[in-house]
């Protein structure tokens, strides 16, 4: 059970612990006031933790404390984990970025795109382009999630049992022939629209690796990097150290235990989602994030080359344009203002358009719970942010987050 801790002195690297500080004083008033249950926080420079921040509880009920290897739901975290597999396949030739889905999934081979209508009675026309695998790592892909809420089709996908979990009994394999046989939002590659795309990534990875997700994310990732207690499902023995899920009371919105989402952490799932199925800890997540630091290399395990690693994190969206000019205003895990996409992050392309004092290049992503982490190589920084309070788009804790870390640099 590693656990992450400090091991630097924050002035040697260019911080101030007094300004450090700052960032636990400020989120334990979320805690004190109900908003949510407990939270740890980690920052990172030039490979050095300066700072691990840590209050609350992790079940409130129980009356359990908040612990540096507190055992977190990463949700869509998960996300950049599956995009990194997904290009180590791809760096050994093993797929293509250009290949069409269906030539891993024969499902996708007949997609076609909503044109109007309702979700009883939709009127749907034949993709123009086929689905590919590009358009999967980039959320382009005119795939959607039951929960947005905003489309006709989003409530087709609710209606076929999809929308916080998975029909029970329902493997990838399954998931993924079901959102083949519903229409796309968009023409594929034409707009930007969070996902299932990573979870049929997920498949992609199978199909093109002959082994399950877990198989391959343990053989090479999790393994190699070290992240001992990452996988789909609590193991045996850890169930004491998982943090119990909450969500907001919609008349005192403090923090109320969500029993049945939560307990679905317990047992290994039937369906293995690339976009948001892992548990992790902080010490776990920091070795991923370190790795993508360091270019694809961590402690002498490469996972990804240095070059590869840049144009992942490159914004790909055509013209250079922000998830505003690109993306359809719906829940995400980033603002869409400033912010690009890469092959599986948001990047930061304008902070001044963001309204933050992030850095230009700097990529990132959270998790549905509201986790978040993100990587500035120009400061060559990581910072990470966990709790468990669901939906993350209930508090403004990211960008609260960013203004308390960066005015804590002083170099």
């Given at each position: 059970?590693?656990?992450?801790?400090?091991?630097?002195?924050?002035?040697?690297?260019?911080?101030?612990?007094?300004?450090?500080?700052?960032?636990?004083?400020?989120?334990?008033?979320?805690?004190?006031?109900?908003?949510?249950?407990?939270?740890?926080?980690?920052?990172?420079?030039?490979?050095?933790?300066?700072?691990?921040?840590?209050?609350?509880?992790?079940?409130?009920?129980?009356?359990?404390?908040?612990?540096?290897?507190?055992?977190?739901?990463?949700?869509?975290?998960?996300?950049?984990?599956?995009?990194?597999?997904?290009?180590?396949?791809?760096?050994?030739?093993?797929?293509?970025?250009?290949?069409?889905?269906?030539?891993?999934?024969?499902?996708?081979?007949?997609?076609?795109?909503?044109?109007?209508?309702?979700?009883?009675?939709?009127?749907?026309?034949?993709?123009?382009?086929?689905?590919?695998?590009?358009?999967?790592?980039?959320?382009?892909?005119?795939?959607?999630?039951?929960?947005?809420?905003?489309?006709?089709?989003?409530?087709?996908?609710?209606?076929?049992?999809?929308?916080?979990?998975?029909?029970?009994?329902?493997?990838?394999?399954?998931?993924?022939?079901?959102?083949?046989?519903?229409?796309?939002?968009?023409?594929?590659?034409?707009?930007?629209?969070?996902?299932?795309?990573?979870?049929?990534?997920?498949?992609?990875?199978?199909?093109?690796?002959?082994?399950?997700?877990?198989?391959?994310?343990?053989?090479?990732?999790?393994?190699?990097?070290?992240?001992?207690?990452?996988?789909?499902?609590?193991?045996?023995?850890?169930?004491?150290?998982?943090?119990?899920?909450?969500?907001?009371?919609?008349?005192?919105?403090?923090?109320?235990?969500?029993?049945?989402?939560?307990?679905?952490?317990?047992?290994?799932?039937?369906?293995?989602?690339?976009?948001?199925?892992?548990?992790?800890?902080?010490?776990?997540?920091?070795?991923?994030?370190?790795?993508?630091?360091?270019?694809?290399?961590?402690?002498?395990?490469?996972?990804?080359?240095?070059?590869?690693?840049?144009?992942?994190?490159?914004?790909?969206?055509?013209?250079?344009?922000?998830?505003?000019?690109?993306?359809?205003?719906?829940?995400?895990e980033t603002p869409f203002d400033g912010v690009g996409f890469g092959l599986g992050f948001g990047v930061v392309v304008d902070p001044v358009a963001l309204g933050l004092p992030?850095?230009?290049?700097?990529?990132?992503?959270?998790?549905?719970?509201?986790?978040?982490?993100?990587?500035?190589?120009?400061?060559?920084?990581?910072?990470?942010?966990?709790?468990?309070?669901?939906?993350?788009?209930?508090?403004?804790?990211?960008?609260?987050?960013?203004?308390?870390?960066?005015?804590?640099?002083?170099?």
């Amino acid at each position: 059970m590693p656990a992450l801790a400090v091991d630097s002195d924050p002035a040697e690297l260019g911080l101030s612990a007094e300004r450090l500080a700052r960032i636990d004083r400020f989120f334990q008033s979320y805690v004190d006031d109900g908003r949510i249950p407990g939270f740890l926080v980690a920052v990172t420079r030039r490979g050095r933790v300066v700072h691990v921040g840590h209050y609350g509880s992790r079940d409130i009920e129980a009356g359990k404390p908040v612990e540096t290897d507190t055992l977190w739901r990463i949700y869509s975290m998960t996300k950049p984990v599956t995009s990194v597999a997904a290009m180590m396949l791809y760096e050994q030739g093993a797929l293509e970025l250009t290949d069409p889905v269906s030539r891993y999934i024969p499902a996708f081979a007949d997609v076609r795109v909503f044109d109007g209508g309702s979700a009883l009675r939709p009127l749907t026309v034949p993709a123009l382009h086929p689905v590919t695998v590009r358009h999967l790592l980039m959320h382009t892909s005119g795939l959607t999630y039951g929960f947005h809420h905003a489309h006709p089709v989003d409530a087709m996908y609710r209606r076929a049992g999809f929308e916080w979990a998975i029909p029970e009994g329902l493997d990838l394999a399954g998931c993924c022939e079901a959102w083949a046989g519903l229409p796309l939002l968009f023409q594929p590659g034409t707009e930007w629209n969070y996902s299932v795309s990573s979870d049929v990534l997920g498949r992609v990875v199978e199909v093109a690796s002959g082994q399950g997700l877990d198989a391959f994310f343990q053989e090479h990732i999790l393994g190699p990097l070290g992240m001992v207690d990452t996988a789909f499902s609590v193991r045996e023995g850890q169930g004491d150290r998982l943090a119990a899920l909450y969500t907001p009371d919609p008349r005192t919105r403090k923090a109320k235990r969500e029993e049945a989402l939560g307990a679905r952490a317990l047992s290994p799932p039937t369906a293995l989602q690339g976009g948001s199925g892992l548990m992790s800890t902080a010490y776990d997540y920091h070795r991923f994030t370190q790795m993508l630091l360091n270019e694809g290399e961590l402690d002498g395990v490469r996972l990804l080359g240095s070059r590869t690693l840049r144009y992942m994190t490159r914004n790909q969206l055509p013209g250079g344009v922000d998830l505003a000019a690109y993306g359809r205003p719906l829940f995400a895990e980033t603002p869409f203002d400033g912010v690009g996409f890469g092959l599986g992050f948001g990047v930061v392309v304008d902070p001044v358009a963001l309204g933050l004092p992030r850095t230009a290049g700097e990529y990132n992503w959270g998790g549905a719970a509201s986790t978040s982490f993100w990587v500035d190589p120009a400061e060559q920084m990581t910072v990470l942010f966990f709790t468990q309070l669901l939906p993350s788009s209930t508090y403004p804790l990211r960008a609260q987050l960013s203004q308390l870390v960066m005015q804590a640099l002083v170099d």
